[in-house]
């Protein structure tokens, strides 16, 4: 019979112990991923292999589904429309955070403790809760089926969450750091510009990343500012593509697969910044 020493047994432990946990990271991975392998095998099957074969590989793959969406759905507008919308909004989100966070992290502006509660207590309020006012505002504002509209949304629900992640951050800045500059004659416009943004790098890349893939996969919001008109984006193109013609789905699984693709492509070449600006954070 062998028998096991007390370093021996402390190691068995700690190695069963790592593969419980990577068991269960794997289940939680595998359910988290498995409706995008399935949308992305049903894309590859024709109409009547997915209805005799729904949960098994593609057979006979096929790139007839992406032909047909590429067709119906004039993909190439709604790519430009959704890139447009996305960017902008990313650039409004960050210029408008990055300053609110300044102002009141730094500036020690007057009821900056108050503006601050204000702006990330929206974050408690559910969109579907203003749907109707903020419709019926931006439509006396003009702004309904406008691109300008859809980007101005985009910046003013992606402020409370910025807004946060960035005053965290610039709270571990240290102020001796921008006390020396202002000593050194530069203003509060120059310490934002030559001091705080280079050093915000990573919390702004993270937040680069993550309004980025929420606004390219957002579909409540941009259905309501934009509708089914000439300046829908690419997820509400797809949403509509069922109610307009008939119940295939194959071709719609292809038209979410590419739709899905930059959000994937972005977050994968922007993984290790995400990481590096979330870590950085919570050490600060």
């Known amino acids: 019979m062998t028998v096991f020493t007390g370093t021996q047994l402390q190691s068995l432990g700690r190695l069963g112990r790592s593969w419980s946990v990577t068991a269960v990271l794997l289940v939680g991975a595998s359910i988290a991923t498995y409706p995008l392998i399935y949308t992305v095998m049903a894309a590859f099957k024709t109409r009547s292999e997915f209805a005799s074969n729904r949960l098994g590989l593609p057979l006979h793959p096929t790139l007839a589904n992406f032909g047909q969406a590429f067709e119906r759905l004039d993909i190439s507008r709604l790519l430009l429309n959704s890139f447009v919308a996305s960017i902008g909004g990313v650039v409004v989100t960050l210029v408008a955070s990055l300053l609110a966070a300044y102002a009141i992290i730094k ?24 749907m109707y006012p903020l419709y019926d505002t931006m439509l006396a504002m003009g702004l309904i089926g406008q691109r300008i509209g859809l980007i101005l949304a985009f910046g003013a629900f992606g402020l409370p ?124």
Do not use: C, H
Not at 170 to 190: H, K
Not at 232 to 254: C, E, H, W
């Open 107 to 130: 500036l020690r502006v007057p009821l900056r403790r108050f503006a601050f509660f204000l702006i990330v207590g929206s974050l408690l309020v559910p969109f579907q809760s203003i």
């Open 161 to 284: 969450f910025s807004t946060f992640l960035l005053a965290a951050y610039l709270g571990g800045i240290p102020d001796e750091l921008l006390e020396a500059a202002r000593l050194d004659g530069a203003n509060s416009f120059n310490i934002l510009v030559r001091i705080i943004l280079p050093l915000s790098i990573p919390a702004i890349a993270s937040l680069t990343i993550l309004n980025f893939v929420w606004m390219w996969n957002d579909l409540l919001l941009p259905l309501l500012v934009m509708g089914g008109g000439d300046g829908k984006t690419l997820m509400v193109g797809v949403a509509n593509f069922r109610g307009q013609y008939d119940v295939n789905i194959p071709l719609i699984s292809a038209g979410i697969s590419v739709a899905i693709v930059p959000a994937v492509i972005v977050y994968l070449l922007g993984q290790r910044q995400l990481i590096k600006g979330v870590v950085t954070g919570a050490v600060r």
